[in-house]
C-alpha cells in the first residue's frame, strides 16, 4: 500500500514544488488543506483528488491511515500544524523556516520525541548533484581541512515574487532574507557541521524595497579550523546576472579549493586557469539523469521538483518511511541546529535595526 498523505498549503509550493515530486517517490496524496477554502478546492481539482479542506484537523478527522502531513504553509502555523498531525500519528514533512522562533522549535523537538515519529526539513538544495560532489571530496580527504568558506547569495531586485510588502516572511525575525536563508546554512552544515555565529551586518542599500527591513547583510560564523563569511542581498539585476542571481560557495581547503554553484564544480588551482569536475548538467538547475514523466489523477503531466531539489529529498523522505532508505532525509538535529541559528541570526538584525 503506498505512503498516504496530506498537503497543507494550496500554493505553489505545496502544488507545484512538492505534489508531482511526492507522487514521483511513490506517494498516494488524498487532499489539500488551505485557510482558503477555494485554493484548497482549487488545487484537489486540479490534481484530480476528491477531497479538500480548511483546516488540519478537520482533514485528520475525516481521512484514514494517513503516513504523513506535507506542511507547505507560512512558517508562523508550522507548530501548530505539525503538533496536531503529530498527534494523529502522522509523520510530517515540513519547508523552511521551520518554524519562526528558537521557542517553537524547542517545543517541535518535544513533541517530535514525545510521539517517536519524522520530522523532516525540507532542506533540499543540500542534494543537487554539485553539493553531493562536494560533500563526498570533503568526507574522502581530497579537500583537505577546510580553512574557509564564502558564500554569495544575490537575488534578482526585478522579481517582485522575493520582496512584495505583503509576503508573510517579511514578519519573520531580520525580515525576507531569512526565509531563503536556511538553504545557506544547512548546506554549510552538510559541509562541515556546527559553526558559530561571531556577527552580522546589516544593511538598507536600496531604494527599490523601501517597506524592506533590510536589503542585504554579511555574517561571520566559524569553527576551531574554519572562517565562514556568507553574504545575501536583493542587489542583482538580469543584465548583470541573468534569470538568477549569483548563488555559488567557495570552499579553501589545505589540499585544495574549489567552486560549486547547483550544477558544477570547479576546482581552483591557481589564479591562470581552473579544472572542471566530470559531472554532467543540462543547465544551472537539471543534471541530464533521466527522469519519469510523472502524471496527476487528471492524467495531466507533473512537475517532479528536479529544478528545485524537491525530487530528491521527498524520495528520500518517503523512501525512509517506506523502508528503502534507513537514515531520514534530514537529521532532526540539523533542522534544530539550522533554524536555531536563522532565528539566532534575525533577532540580532531586529536588536541592531532596534539601536539605529
Known amino acids: 500500500m503506498a505512503i498516504r498523505g496530506i498537503i497543507c498549503g494550496a500554493g505553489s509550493t505545496g502544488t507545484h514544488l512538492h505534489y508531482g515530486a511526492l507522487i514521483a517517490a511513490g506517494a498516494d496524496i488524498v487532499a489539500f488543506v488551505d485557510i482558503n477554502e477555494e485554493m484548497a478546492k482549487k488545487a484537489s481539482k486540479q490534481y484530480g483528488l476528491n477531497s479538500y479542506y480548511t483546516s488540519i484537523e478537520e482533514a485528520l478527522q475525516n481521512e484514514k491511515n494517513i503516513d504523513f502531513v506535507d506542511i507547505c504553509t507560512s512558517s508562523a502555523t508550522h507548530l501548530s500544524i505539525a503538533k496536531v498531525s ?96 536556511p538553504h545557506n546554512l544547512y548546506i554549510i552544515y552538510s559541509l562541515i557541521g556546527k559553526f558559530e555565529l561571531v556577527d552580522i551586518f546589516p544593511r538598507k542599500v536600496s531604494s527599490h524595497w523601501v517597506h524592506a527591513k533590510v536589503d542585504e547583510f554579511q555574517a561571520i560564523f566559524k569553527t576551531d579550523k574554519t572562517t565562514i563569511n556568507l553574504k545575501m542581498s536583493m542587489h542583482s539585476t ?31 588551482n591557481d589564479f591562470s586557469g581552473s579544472i572542471k569536475r566530470n559531472i554532467k548538467v543540462k543547465n544551472k538547475f537539471t543534471s541530464e539523469e533521466k527522469y519519469p514523466i510523472i502524471k496527476d489523477k487528471n492524467g495531466d503531466e507533473c512537475n517532479i521538483g528536479v529544478d528545485s531539489g524537491h525530487k530528491w529529498i521527498i524520495d528520500k523522505f518517503i523512501g525512509n518511511l517506506e523502508g528503502r532508505y534507513t537514515e531520514e532525509a534530514v537529521s532532526f538535529g540539523e533542522a534544530f541546529f539550522v533554524q536555531a541559528m536563522n532565528s539566532k541570526m534575525g533577532n540580532l538584525v531586529e536588536a541592531k535595526l532596534a539601536r539605529q
Open 86 to 181: 503529530l498527534e494523529h500519528g502522522c509523520n510530517v514533512l515540513v519547508e523552511k523556516p521551520v518554524t519562526e522562533t528558537i521557542e517553537e522549535i524547542e517545543e517541535l523537538r518535544k513533541l517530535k520525541e514525545r510521539y517517536s515519529k519524522v520530522v523532516c526539513a525540507v532542506h533540499n538544495h543540500k542534494f543537487y548533484p554539485s553539493v553531493r560532489e562536494v560533500r563526498n571530496m570533503i568526507k574522502s580527504g581530497e579537500i583537505g581541512d577546510i580553512i574557509s568558506i564564502n558564500k554569495e547569495m544575490s537575488f534578482n531586485w526585478e522579481d517582485p515574487g522575493m520582496m512584495e510588502e505583503d509576503h508573510w516572511a517579511q514578519g519573520i525575525p531580520g525580515g525576507r532574507l531569512f526565509e531563503a536563508n
Open 238 to 268: 538580469k543584465e548583470s546576472y541573468g534569470k538568477y542571481g549569483p548563488n555559488f560557495f567557495v570552499v579553501v581547503g589545505t589540499k585544495k579549493s574549489v567552486l560549486f554553484d547547483y550544477a558544477n564544480v570547479v576546482e581552483l
